[in-house]
Nanobody
Framework: QVQLVESGGGLVQPGGSLRLSCAASGIIFRITVMGWYRQAPGKERELVAIIASGGSTNYADSVKGRFTISRDNAKNTVYLQMNSLKPEDTGVYYC?????????WGQGTQVTVSS
């Protein structure tokens, strides 16, 4: 059974930082493409960042230079370091695990950027 458990969300002021974590189980983590997506109220879910098994990364233009995705294959965990947060970064952040034969999602963690 695949489980993706996100943590690290919360309320932060504009300009602040948060670090999200996603602990995975039930998958062969080291060969799985891991990603972070977000969904703001009234909007569709969008890609934030992905990291391939070899470590190559891709980011949405809106977060380039502010967010960093990383993975620890020994801990089956993917991280999203978010700096210089803006109110428009507010939303529910979801962890995603993409493999050739399946696609799994975490339950999401709320990030709110507000003064």
């Amino acid at each position: 059974q695949v489980q993706l458990v996100e943590s690290g969300g919360g309320l932060v002021q504009p300009g602040g930082s948060l670090r999200l974590s996603c602990a995975a189980s039930g998958i062969i983590f080291r060969i799985t493409v891991m990603g972070w997506y977000r969904q703001a109220p009234g909007k569709e879910r969008e890609l934030v960042a992905i990291i391939a098994s070899g470590g190559s990364t891709n980011y949405a233009d809106s977060v380039k230079g502010r967010f960093t995705i990383s993975r620890d294959n020994a801990k089956n965990t993917v991280y999203l370091q978010m700096n210089s947060l803006k109110p428009e970064d507010t939303g529910v952040y979801y962890c995603n695990a993409a493999a050739p034969t399946r696609n799994d999602w975490g339950q999401g963690t709320q990030v709110t950027v507000s003064s």
